[in-house]
Nanobody
Framework: QVQLVESGGGLVQPGGSLRLSCAAS????????EGWYRQAPGKQRELVAV???????NYADSVKGRFTISRDNAKNTVYLQMNSLKPEDTAVYYC????????WGQGTQVTVSS
């Protein structure tokens, strides 16, 4: 069964940057579309970035121009570069396939605060 391990979160000031990583076990990683999701306290989990198996990307309007998703199929890893962070980006960030195809990992907490 595929396992997902997110890392790279932390506390950052508004305007700062973070790079998240998601390591996935399983040989089917390279043929799946992958996404980064986030869940803020009291809110539903939302999809913020998508990368297809062919490398095409798409973003939620709230992060467009600030976040960049990428993948390294050789390492079974998906990344999320987050720049110009805002307090409203505070959430637990998760990765998973699209559609969801594995148990959710523990996520990584991102807190944007001065």
């Amino acid at each position: 069964q595929v396992q997902l391990v997110e890392s790279g979160g932390g506390l950052v000031q508004p305007g700062g940057s973070l790079r998240l990583s998601c390591a996935a076990s399983g040989s089917i990683f390279s043929i799946r579309n992958e996404g980064w999701y986030r869940q803020a306290p009291g809110k539903q989990r939302e999809l913020v970035a998508v990368i297809t198996s062919g490398g095409r990307t798409n973003y939620a309007d709230s992060v467009k121009g600030r976040f960049t998703i990428s993948r390294d199929n050789a390492k079974n890893t998906v990344y999320l570069q987050m720049n110009s962070l805002k307090p409203e980006d505070t959430a637990v960030y998760y990765c998973n396939a699209i559609p969801v195809a594995a148990p959710w990992g523990q996520g990584t907490q991102v807190t944007v605060s001065s």
